[in-house]
């Protein structure tokens, strides 16, 4: 069944403003930098595990990201391509990173990534 095009934008527009209002709560709360994180593979028992994190300027909007699970595969591979050092400074991140965790790194009785683990090496690597 096809999307109306109108519906899907306001529909994303909505989307943008509720991360908006969360960001603008937590910066009221006193956090600096908000990281948009996303991983692959978690959960899987063999293959790659990997993580990886954004923090983008304030006014830095990029319509339809969204976690990597919810996106059709033209729209995920557009984003992929988002992964240079030249991408991250023409969007002015500040800061980014992808981490593949290594399988001495993953939990015992799944096989997943530990989010904890994945979060504190996210911010040892970007320095927060």
Do not use: N
Request: glycine share 8%; net charge neutral.
């Amino acid at each position: 069944m096809p999307v109306d095009p109108l519906s899907a934008l306001f529909a994303e527009l909505g989307r943008l403003s509720v991360l908006h209002r969360l960001e603008r709560e937590l910066a009221r709360r006193g956090y600096r930098l908000v990281a948009g994180v996303d991983e692959v593979g978690r959960g899987c028992l063999a293959g790659p595990v990997a993580a990886a994190a954004v923090i983008l300027p304030e006014d830095c909007v990029l319509p339809g990201l969204d976690d990597s699970k919810r996106l059709d595969a033209p729209s995920r591979a557009a984003f992929a391509k988002l992964r240079s050092v030249r991408d991250m400074r023409e969007l002015r991140a500040q800061g980014w990173l992808d981490y593949a965790m290594p399988p001495a790194e993953l939990t015992i009785d799944t096989g997943a990534m530990s989010p904890e683990l994945a979060a504190e090496r996210i911010r040892s690597a970007l320095g927060l």
